[in-house]
T-cell receptor, first 114, second 111 residues
């Protein structure tokens, strides 16, 4: 089944404890992206990767890192999480090197930072 | 600054009562405008991409249209299963893979 998977789905952590949220797609897509969704603010793009060689910032990259060492995986790294990073996170992928095509979203990761 | 604004924030309809959702955008040049549907607790699901003013796309009870300043998502004779949050997003020229989403319209259709 074609899909985007994220792990973990739920995570409660404490301020300053490094964490990684994994994202994997099995559709051989070039483009991958991370978003956070907060009430009243909608979906905001954190980072995107047009292919394995190109990664760039979205609108809210502060406090996050990403890595695209292989095509199928695009992990989101929080080196020192803070409470303002409590949010619902979505990973997405699309065919081609931009979101110009349909994006497929993962099921989401709900992160709480205490 | 590139911006996307959706209205209304919430819309309550009776089953069969047609209506429209609005997405206004301000970008230097539009590469594509996207509509997504999001059910509670799930990731967004793709509906349409529109590329140029005058373009229209349809899918079941939904029809999306595009002008140079805004897009409309028309819902004809909605059913309760159309209840969801509808998201609009734009990709601007010269912005690489950046995508800007509006805040969404929460649609509720009562039987």
């Amino acid at each position: 089944e074609a899909q985007v998977t994220q792990n973990p789905r739920y995570l409660i952590t404490v301020t300053g404890k490094k964490l990684t949220v994994t994202c994997s797609q099995n559709m051989n897509h070039e483009y991958m992206s991370w978003y956070r969704q907060d009430p009243g603010l909608g979906l905001r793009q954190i980072y995107y990767s047009m292919n394995v060689e190109v990664t760039d910032k979205g609108d809210v990259p502060e406090g996050y890192k990403v890595s695209r060492k292989e095509k199928r995986n695009f992990p989101l790294i929080l080196e020192s999480p803070s409470p303002n990073q409590t949010s619902l996170y979505f990973c997405a992928s699309s065919k081609g090197t931009s979101p110009y095509n349909e994006q497929f979203f993962g099921p989401g990761t709900r992160l709480t930072v205490l | 600054e590139d911006q996307v604004t959706q209205s209304p924030e919430a819309l309550r309809l009776q089953e069969g009562e047609s209506s429209s959702l609005n997405c206004s955008y301000t970008v230097s040049g539009l590469r594509g405008l996207f509509w997504y549907r999001q059910d509670p607790g799930k990731g967004p699901e793709f509906l349409f991409t529109l590329y140029s003013a005058g373009e229209e796309k349809e899918k079941e009870r939904l029809k999306a249209t595009l002008t140079k300043k805004e897009s409309f998502l028309h819902i004809t004779a909605p059913k309760p299963e159309d209840s969801a949050t509808y998201l609009c997003a734009v990709q601007a020229d010269n912005q690489g893979g950046k995508l800007i989403f509006g805040q969404g319209t929460e649609l509720s259709v009562k039987p």
